[in-house]
DNA sequence: CATGAATGAGCCTTCATTCAT
DNA sequence: TATGAATGAAGGCTCATTCAT
């Protein structure tokens, strides 16, 4: 009976957060970052503005959260992708592969806002961004992983060390998706990636 | 005489002016954007508050002249770069001289602060971009030049339409300096960009 | 059966209020005045935060309680340390042993900061302070009571009105806690008092 | 010409400060020292909420203003009263006379109400009080002098060291004052001020 | 009796902008 | 042209208190 309410309540006030945090990211990718205020988040959530502080600790924590979010909608299935193929397959189908669920994901889950208020955030320098740094090693973790196997099997020439032709690989997809970030509509992010990676495996491939 | 006065205030005008932009430039790379306030350059720069409205009418107006002077430092040197080369050079090596010419210029004149600030802006979507597209057009037709010229001569192979081909090389440019502006002082934007055009250049050469 | 239930409901109710009224003596006794939530009291308590209001109508009443609180256990020693010396002793040593009675409680039983506490409310005076000012008459009561003794017993000379002695000793007793408050740990409020009692003292008696 | 105006400028924004600051002041006696709100204090002073912070760098800055306001009426006459006295005057005259000054300075200068901020601020120990302190200290060192000759010129008995017979007069002031504050109207500072230093006075005259 | 989610007035502070001189 | 005092909207945050369950 009490048990019964007191999951009652807790259900309320999650449902509550939810629907903070829901507003919140709703307004962080129709409005600046900056603009985003507490005041508006409360009101556009319908609730009081102590009810914010109820559940996040600091409008920055809200931003870590959401940040959070991100890397968690993001982090999924990729390791889940590349564990789909079987052990021999061809490292730059893989990675082809990879590149264009990154995009399906950006593109259909996160959404081109929330990745415009990571990029601020990750260049205001002024929030914890360890969550998105994280995900970053993740990331090249994976590209890392792929660029030896292809070395390996005599794929790729591997005339750079493998770490920097980590980072190459970082760098496009960090160029590509901030590139969508400022011309989408204008940018066809999976198309533009798949030809891009091409254009880079054709320039390590081994002759 | 009322002419030399006036030409007397005119400068002593100009000059007052160029102090607050400047100071505003050092600023704007020596603090996060944020943190930039009226207050901060006006102090910074040595003159009354209300002058800085006697030359910008407003915050966002400064900005925007940061920004146009951003895209005049950086357009000045790019064509005269590309104008030394005899007509018959290799387009490939046109290219890199560029790539390396715009590291230097990042580097050394922008300064890696003000490059996250125009990003920022960029994102933030909030300001008359005008100014930094027109520079992106600018860029994006150097390298429509440079390519166009290494497929007639033959150099790279012309699978691609030309307009897509160039696309990938701003892609390319974009990301390096993104990883730059967060990775500083971690990532020496030259010699990464010069690795990463090479591989580039080496998936698109007609073999 | 009924009886019995309430009963027991009472009594819980008489522990939930006990415990959260100890909790927030020792609150008040740990950190500074303002910073002494009803949050904070009630997480220490481990209640939940309507349970506070269901036995404080306010938070100025929990203060008010704590206040007759400090009273009642400052209040409840001192007749009877008075009472347990013989009808004939030296008043003078009566005094001091009260002196060296007092000073045990506060440092013992109420502690600087609820003394604190205390001086504060006294001071911002937007609290009922009856019973503090009874405790005040009480406490003023026994020092005329003993210094009438000892003008009667010709130990103290009666240059002065009784009453207006009296104030002075009261005077020095609130002198020296203040003193130890403000000073805490590096005062010694009983060696501190027990001299300075016998300066009065000395002041006093006749020639 | 520009001097003038720039004199006149700067005259106007010390009107405005004295402005804040007096009723500041005003505010803190009257009101308990809490309720005393920036925005009370501009709305009284009537001027913008801006206005204030261009004057006090905080809310703290102007408490810390009104406590060395306080400290600075309080340090100027004291030194010059005990320097009044031909250099073999009587020890205990110059006490009375300090004990007088002091309390005339309180009663006609400070007031009652600040001394009750004062306090407070001391017990809350929230702020910086080293003008406080070092007005205390002011304050010891010259009952230590006092102190010091009336034991060379052999009208006080050495039985106690010198440091431990100043604290006991700096108590006494500290009781007095603080008695006072909480009494007042009803405790007639000067009187009992100079009653209760007479029978200290008594109590260490060497017989 | 007990809970804890929700409230909202109020606090301190910042900063782009205006305007009389 | 130059000044700098003054403005006031807005922002992030706290906390005593209420109330439905």
Redesign the pocket.
């Known amino acids: 009976m009490k048990n019964e ?2 999951g ?3 259900q ?2 999650e ?2 957060k939810r629907k903070l945090f829901n507003t919140a990211v709703r307004l962080f990718n129709q409005y600046d970052f900056g ?1 985003v ?4 988040i409360v009101e556009a959530a319908g ?5 914010f ?2 559940y996040f600790e ?3 924590a809200l931003i870590a959260a959401f940040l959070l979010d991100y890397v968690n909608r993001v982090d999924t299935d990729y390791r889940a992708t590349l564990d789909s193929f079987p052990p021999d397959t061809n490292a730059s189908q893989i990675l082809l592969s990879l590149i264009s669920k990154i995009a399906d994901t950006l593109t259909g889950t996160i959404g081109c806002q929330s990745m415009r208020t990571v990029y601020k955030l990750q260049l205001a320098d002024t929030m914890d961004m360890s969550a998105v740094k994280g995900y970053d090693r993740e990331l090249y973790g994976m590209f890392a992983d792929l660029l030896e196997r292809g070395i390996e099997r005599g794929e790729f020439s591997p005339i750079l060390p493998l770490n920097e032709l980590t980072r190459h690989f970082v760098v496009a997809i960090r160029g590509l998706s901030y590139e969508w970030c400022i011309r989408y509509p204008d940018f066809d992010l999976k198309a533009q990636a798949l030809s891009h990676f091409q254009i880079l495996l054709d320039g390590i491939k081994s002759n």
Chains 1, 2, 3, 4 share one sequence.
């Open positions: 309410e007191t009652r309540k807790k309320k006030g449902k509550t603009e205020t507490v005041d508006r609730v009081a503005k102590g009810t502080y109820i600091s409008k920055d």
